[in-house]
């Protein structure tokens, strides 16, 4: 069943660096219209968040919509974690305590990653992501996540975040994009694990401030 397929391969596809959903894991030479009906299945079910990506990160997101790029994250963090760690079927409660404890060697990224995808879809954004491959270093980006301003303007319409789970991180895309989007974004966001401030014209926000954006 491609449904079963698909919601199996969601926790290793997020455990990727750049966590976009390779098709080829679920069939050598797939394509995404034999399988866009069950993503769209999952999604209307509310089992998992598609995140898409947006080409050109200017005034419309939805304009510059990639469907056959895609992040799938799931609807509920809780159910992450249950279907990463069921090799038996059950998943214990000590699972949880190490998790919450930091004691257990886990990619934190896919998990805070999948929080604040959550927290976005929950306020009413719909998910847009931005990835660009390129031999050139300076257009090589990846933006976690893109909202769109409520009312649309001429200019700056576009926030790009990226979400951070260690302490120690590096900014080359959010940087990158500043320099190259400048007239088209506004507000880039770091979510991280410690306090607010503005820097360098990058606002640091919390992630339990997420659902404010």
């Given at each position: 069943?491609?449904?079963?397929?698909?919601?199996?391969?969601?926790p290793p596809q997020l455990s990727k660096?750049?966590?976009?959903?390779?098709?080829?894991?679920?069939?050598?030479?797939?394509?995404?219209?034999?399988?866009?009906?069950?993503?769209?299945?999952?999604?209307?079910?509310?089992?998992?968040?598609?995140?898409?990506?947006?080409?050109?990160?200017?005034?419309?997101?939805?304009?510059?919509?990639?469907?056959?790029?895609?992040?799938?994250?799931?609807?509920?963090?809780?159910?992450?974690?249950?279907?990463?760690?069921?090799?038996?079927?059950?998943?214990?409660?000590?699972?949880?305590?190490?998790?919450?404890?930091?004691?257990?060697?886990?990619?934190?990224?896919?998990?805070?990653?999948?929080?604040?995808?959550?927290?976005?879809?929950?306020?009413?954004?719909?998910?847009f992501f931005y990835s660009k491959s390129?031999?050139?270093?300076?257009?090589?980006?990846?933006?976690?996540?893109?909202?769109?301003?409520?009312?649309?303007?001429t200019r700056h319409n576009i926030r790009?975040?990226?979400?951070?789970?260690?302490?120690?991180?590096?900014?080359?895309?959010?940087?990158?994009?500043?320099?190259?989007?400048?007239?088209?974004?506004?507000?880039?966001?770091?979510?991280?694990?410690?306090?607010?401030?503005?820097?360098?014209?990058?606002?640091?926000?919390?992630?339990?401030?997420?659902?404010?954006?």
């Open positions: 069943d491609k449904v079963v397929s698909i919601f199996d391969q969601i660096h750049e966590k976009k959903f390779r098709l080829s894991a679920l069939k050598p030479g797939a394509k995404y219209r034999d399988w866009d009906d069950a993503f769209f299945w999952l999604k209307d079910a509310r089992v998992v968040n598609i995140c898409y990506n947006s080409t050109e990160p200017n005034i419309g997101l939805k304009m510059n919509e990639d469907r056959t790029t895609l992040k799938c994250y799931m609807n509920d963090t809780g159910l992450l974690i249950s279907h990463a760690f069921d090799e038996k079927g059950i998943v214990s409660s000590e699972i949880y305590q190490k998790l919450l404890f930091g004691k257990l060697e886990v990619n934190e990224g896919m998990l805070i990653e999948n929080i604040v995808a959550q927290m976005l879809t929950a306020s009413g954004n719909k998910l390129s031999e050139e270093a300076e257009n090589r980006m990846e933006i976690d996540f893109l909202l769109q301003k409520d009312k649309v303007t790009p975040i990226e979400v951070k789970s260690g302490k120690n991180y590096t900014l080359s895309s959010i940087t990158k994009c500043m320099k190259k989007f400048g007239e088209y974004i506004i507000s880039p966001t770091v979510l991280h694990a410690a306090d607010y401030k503005v820097v360098d014209g990058i606002t640091y926000l919390p992630l339990y401030m997420t659902p404010l954006l």
